[in-house]
């Protein structure tokens, strides 16, 4: 990986440069305000998996990128944005309630994509005289499906994402809530990610602190002894490896046989990653996923929240914040999401 750290006088500008030197694929491995010479400077870290190596390879695959398709993508980028901003004058803004045009008003402030913020404009004209709760419309735009138990009985729980989003701790706190929610249960882990030390440690040590089972499976023998030797656990949290660029979690899940299964996959996210809607498109597979919104304490923005919702229909599971282990996530709820996106408020753990 490929990883470099930038500073600016503010998260968009360092996001930005980001975005212009390593792509939309770039991955945020950590952030950080300090002071310089008494002002404030965002510092980011950020990385690509993509090397000339890994494009040599893709060359030999057969799966190189062609000649000229970056300057085409960038182009047809420009088109549908000049198309957008030609059609957001033309929405007739009078056929909304006072408090309809000012939610949309302040969600294009906030960042919100223009295509979601045409498609906010549609289903707020659909539904502007048939229901009179904009919460209820709200709600309806970003689906949520909280992590309880009813929700989700599957015994086995597939915890991915991009690297640096957070996944290990957010298998912690998951597999906490759900003894809190079962007492009686009993819940186990597996590490697929024999490679990052970091990361390993921390979820050995905690699950050891919290008498959970560990087991480390960094491939599909490994998985399957581990499975055996999870025994009658109720719960079973997997932490799998993150995705580099040109790899995607089917791929993954039939290196470890996990493809027939019965699993739920939750995909791990920070607001920080703005840049997302092609890196889900690896996150794809067969079974019911969910997202889990992680460093919402550390963002500045939630539009992210919105626009992953309408480009990928997937539940919002749960939300993180903080840095302790305990009350730091909860299930996800829609006044909790739309407190969060409108006035900027944390859920209170």
């Known amino acids: 990986m490929q990883v470099k750290t930038y500073t600016g006088n503010s998260t968009k500008e360092v996001l930005d440069a980001i975005k212009a030197e390593l792509g939309s694929d770039a991955v945020i491995l950590s952030s950080r305000e300090r002071q310089k010479d008494g002002c404030r400077v965002f510092e980011i870290t950020a990385g690509t998996e993509r090397t000339e190596q890994a494009k040599s390879q893709e060359k030999a695959s057969g799966s190189f990128v062609p000649s000229g398709w970056d300057d085409w993508h960038k182009e047809w980028s420009r088109l549908k944005d000049h198309i957008y901003a030609l059609m957001q004058p033309s929405l007739h803004l009078e056929k909304l309630t006072p408090h309809q045009r000012v939610a949309l008003e302040y969600l294009q402030r906030e960042g919100v994509e223009s295509d979601v913020i045409v498609e906010f404009y549609n289903m707020l004209t659909a539904k502007c005289a048939e229901e009179p709760s904009m919460l209820k419309i709200l709600a309806s735009f970003v689906p949520v ?89 109720n719960c079973i949290f997997i932490d799998m490896q993150g995705l580099a660029k040109n ?103």
């Not at 919105?306 to 009350?327: C, D, K, R, Y």
């Open 145 to 233: 499906k909280s992590f309880v138990f009813e929700n989700y009985p599957q015994r086995i729980h597939i915890i991915t994402g991009p690297y640096g989003a957070g996944k290990t701790s957010t298998a912690l706190r998951m597999a906490l809530l759900r003894k809190q929610q079962k007492p009686h249960h009993q819940v186990a882990f597996i590490n697929t990610d024999s490679l990052r030390g970091n990361g390993r440690l921390v979820l050995r040590h905690w699950a050891d602190l919290s008498g959970f089972p560990y087991f480390e499976a960094p491939d599909k023998e490994a998985m399957f002894a581990a499975l055996k030797a999870c025994g009658d656990a």
């Open 247 to 349: 790899e995607k979690l089917e791929d993954k899940l039939r290196m470890f046989g996990l493809e027939s299964v019965q699993a739920h996959v939750h995909i791990v996210l920070s607001p920080h990653y703005q840049y997302l809607k092609e890196i889900l498109k690896r996150y794809k597979s067969a079974f019911p996923s969910s997202l889990v919104w992680t460093k919402l304490d550390e963002a500045e923005h939630f539009a992210e929240l919105i626009n992953i919702a309408v480009w990928t229909a997937m539940p919002v599971s749960a939300l993180s914040f903080g840095a302790e282990l305990q009350g730091t996530l909860l299930p996800a709820d829609e006044a909790q999401i739309w407190r969060l996106i409108l006035k900027h408020q944390l859920p209170k753990g």
